[in-house]
């Protein structure tokens, strides 16, 4: 077995297995409920990854004005309806809540200014399929996990000791 692992191929092969297992397992999961996980880049903006739906979405939300945005890293809630919700925390302990649908193209993305107590945002997302990436890390990790290494191409070294003695 530790034949079997000699190489990059091989090895690169069993880490993109590991990262299409762990994206099918999203994939399933977001069948029925909608996680968020929340990077906050300073105190007026946020990424957002959302996964929906067997969708990922990747938004960005920032806030003008001197309001900070609290950050809540992440989120998990049973889906409720036809759209992906987003929940922003204000200063004041009040929540913006913003719900958008789920598009059944490819590829779809947007962008839509909004505001609610007296604190505008600006929100910019994409979202795609999860199977737009899983599907080809499974085909690659099957690749290269799969064929056989090649033989090195370069001449051997022979040790010229090793070869009198003979």
């Known amino acids: 077995m530790g034949k079997f692992f000699n190489g990059w191929r091989r090895k690169l092969g069993l880490v993109t297995l590991i990262l299409a297992c762990v994206l099918m397992v999203g994939w399933l999961r977001s069948l029925n409920t909608q996680d968020t996980f929340t990077i906050g880049f300073g105190s007026s903006t946020q990424c957002k990854l959302v996964s929906i739906a067997g969708r990922m979405i990747i938004a960005n939300v920032s806030i003008d004005g001197e309001r900070p ?7 998990s809630q049973k889906i409720k309806g036809d759209g992906w919700e987003m929940v922003l925390q204000l200063p004041d302990n009040s929540q913006f809540r913003w719900i958008n649908s789920i598009s059944p193209d490819l590829f779809s993305t947007g962008d839509e200014e909004m505001g609610a107590n007296f604190v505008s945002f600006v929100v910019k997302w994409c979202q795609f399929p999860y199977w737009f990436i899983t599907i080809p890390l ?29």
Do not use: M, Q, Y
């Open 138 to 166: 499974t085909l690659i990790s099957a690749f290269l996990l799969l064929t056989k290494p090649r033989n090195s191409t370069s001449e051997k070294l022979v040790d010229p000791a090793a070869s009198e003695g003979e």
């Open 69 to 75: 945005i609290r950050s809540v890293p992440w989120t």
